[in-house]
T-cell receptor, first 116, second 111 residues
Framework: GAVVSQHPSWVICKSGTSVKIECRSLDFQATTMFWYRQFPKQSLMLMATSNEGSKATYEQGVEKDKFLINHASLTLSTLTVTSAHPEDSSFYIC????????????FGQGTRLTVV | EDQVTQSPEALRLQEGESSSLNCSYTVSGLRGLFWYRQDPGKGPEFLFTLYSAGEEKEKERLKATLTKKESFLHITAPKPEDSATYLCAVRSSGGSYIPTFGRGTSLIVHP
């Protein structure tokens, strides 16, 4: 299956700082990538849909100024958590769909963010 | 609005004890039903895609089946390494590529 690489796998940052998470599709071009947040023992919560070359589409209740998404190329999307606070601590996961293949999406390894 | 309900929420099995996980769905035109496996602290790993009722797919000890209302993930003679959370998702024919996920079934297989 297709490979999606997410980096870093974990990060600890101080409250008030910003953190950038990268999501790369390694063997296909992804015009659309998705960013999810997952709380312990909960399912995936879609935060936003990242579209290459255009603005991201955010789900209701997700602050677009806090969670900045950039999809500057067909293989890279980034999520920046700005002015992070302890309540932003969570597991963030990206996924991408290869438009040339079947419709399933492939996920990155996830990033565990801890804000102290 | 698409809906996905997975049951049971948690399942404990003895090694070798076969069982099934359920995924019930409501969707306006099914474009695909997906099963994923997620290990703690990791992103979901793709297992299967099913597109139409009656379709079945197998991979090692796992077999996924699909009807018009639900999907089953059958686990035959499970091993401890099959312990994980299994997620089900659906995509409808409404034009969006965004899948709707269930809450998952947490499976623990005891040796």
């Amino acid at each position: 299956g297709a490979v999606v690489s997410q980096h870093p796998s974990w990060v600890i940052c101080k409250s008030g700082t910003s953190v950038k998470i990268e999501c790369r599709s390694l063997d296909f071009q992804a015009t659309t990538m998705f960013w999810y947040r997952q709380f312990p023992k909960q399912s995936l919560m879609l935060m936003a849909t990242s579209n290459e070359g255009s603005k991201a589409t955010y789900e209701q209740g997700v602050e677009k100024d806090k969670f900045l998404i950039n999809h500057a190329s067909l293989t890279l999307s980034t999520l920046t958590v700005t002015s992070a606070h302890p309540e932003d601590s969570s597991f963030y996961i990206c996924s991408a769909r290869d438009p040339g293949e079947n419709t399933e999406a492939f996920f990155g390894q996830g990033t565990r963010l801890t804000v102290v | 609005e698409d809906q996905v309900t997975q049951s049971p929420e948690a399942l404990r099995l003895q090694e070798g004890e076969s069982s099934s996980l359920n995924c019930s769905y409501t969707v306006s035109g099914l474009r695909g039903l997906f099963w994923y496996r997620q290990d703690p602290g990791k992103g979901p790993e793709f297992l299967f895609t099913l597109y139409s009722a009656g379709e079945e797919k197998e991979k090692e000890r796992l077999k996924a089946t699909l009807t018009k209302k639900e999907s089953f993930l059958h686990i035959t003679a499970p091993k401890p390494e099959d312990s994980a959370t299994y997620l089900c998702a659906v995509r409808s024919s409404g034009g969006s590529y965004i899948p709707t996920f269930g809450r998952g079934t947490s499976l623990i297989v005891h040796p």
